[in-house]
């Protein structure tokens, strides 16, 4: 089957839920309320507007700059996450409906028949009800989203660490997704905070863009200015193979930036080191044997009496880099679930969602994502920037 014919066969699927999803929200939330005629018509009307808003955001992507199709896209992804919670809501309720007809049929119980003014009075409320509590869901998750980012401040212990290394510090961002609700001027404003930070070392863990060098070159200008004495470096993510992953490794690197694809480096202090390595995505090898994760290529034929520190975009990266006995790996990815019950769903592809975890003798620390990617909402999660002190 041809790339052609896959991907207009997804369009095509995709169309169908879309369609099918604000056909259910219009009976649920129209049809079945029995509206006044202007009131029915208005519903109506939005949702047919909402409904358009997903193929509207992918022509103004396609046929705009960044900055000109921000708004309409921005409108989608909002509308995405609010959609996803609208139906969740309203198909738990037809759930329940449901299953209390079925216990009343079995048990020989009269289902009880409601006059149709008391009918069209639960179908309002339950239909003002869901639309209240999303609106509120959406508002609060979209102010979590752009509360400026938290730094997460941690102290990780490596045995037998040179003393002159005690004290430095290494900050981590991750998960930027510039192009998709990331703007130049919000990076500008983490660039900012991460500098303050005056870290020794900073490590950008991957999924930094979202679309091409064409379009997106100048969003990351700020990261130019990122200081640090021992330099920046990053390692790539699943979405930088699907936006261009060699054209942003060029780009990225004209920065000033150091990619460690499948390399290591050593941070030197006096007479005394520790190995800064990395890999590339988890993902990489969909694009071709020579994106594959090579952990041999990172991590064998090091000085085993220095420690051994993992930069990896995908936290599943910890299970082969124990095997190399790599003290700390530092990865995003998961977004910390990014909007919850979502978190619970990482699990079925990732070992562990956020924070620390022991793997074997390696410690690995996971950051939340110091950006988002689709709906710009964040609930029981957080914009990060992750602060790791070495003693």
Not at 55 to 71: H, K, T, V
Not at 79 to 104: E, H, N, P, R, T
Not at 174 to 202: F, R
Not at 220 to 235: P, R, S
Request: charged share 15%; net charge positive.
């Amino acid at each position: 089957m041809s790339n052609i014919t896959v991907f207009i066969s997804f369009l095509s699927l995709a169309t169908l839920i879309v369609l099918l999803l604000h056909y259910y929200f219009w009976r649920r939330l129209v049809k079945d309320t029995a509206l006044p005629k202007p009131m029915s018509t208005f519903g109506t009307f939005s949702i047919i507007l909402l409904a358009i808003l997903f193929p509207a955001a992918i022509a103004a992507s396609n046929l705009l700059s960044f900055q000109q199709a921000f708004p309409i896209v921005w409108l989608a992804y909002l509308w995405l996450g609010s959609m996803i919670a609208l139906f969740i809501l309203l198909f738990l309720k037809d759930l329940l409906s449901f299953q209390l007809y079925i216990v009343a049929k079995l048990t020989g119980k009269n289902v009880v028949r409601t006059n149709l003014g008391r009918r069209n009075f639960m179908s309002r409320s339950v239909a003002l009800g869901t639309s209240l509590f999303v609106s509120g869901f959406s508002f609060i998750g979209v102010q979590n989203y752009y509360a400026n980012a938290i730094v997460e401040r941690h102290t990780v212990s490596l045995n037998g660490l040179p003393e002159i290394f005690k004290g430095f510090k290494i900050v981590q961002i991750s998960d930027l997704h510039i192009g998709q609700m990331m703007t130049g001027a919000k990076l500008q404003e983490i660039v900012d905070q991460v500098n303050s930070l005056q870290a020794d070392l900073i490590a950008i863990t991957g999924d930094l863009v979202d679309g091409n060098t064409e379009k997106l070159f100048g969003e990351i200008a700020a990261l130019k200015d990122l200081k640090a004495e021992q330099g920046v470096y990053f390692v790539t993510g699943n979405h930088e193979y699907y936006s261009g992953a060699d054209d942003w490794t060029t780009a990225i690197e004209k920065m000033g930036i150091k990619v460690l694809n499948n390399a290591n480096v050593k941070i030197k202090k006096a007479n005394e080191w520790f190995y800064l390595a990395g890999v590339t995505d988890h993902e990489g090898k969909k694009f071709g044997a020579k994106h594959a994760s090579d952990f041999n290529k990172a991590l064998s034929g090091l000085d085993n009496s220095k420690k051994k520190i993992l930069l990896a975009h995908q936290p599943i990266a910890v299970i082969e880099a124990a095997e190399y006995k790599t003290d700390l790996v530092l990865a995003g990815h998961t977004h910390g679930g990014q909007v919850w019950p979502f978190n619970y769903l990482v699990y079925l592809q990732q070992p562990y969602v956020k924070g620390f975890h022991q793997h074997k003798s390696t410690t690995l620390y996971i950051n939340q994502g110091t950006g988002c990617w689709g709906p710009p909402l964040r609930l029981d999660s957080y914009n990060e920037i992750t602060e790791i002190t070495l003693s």
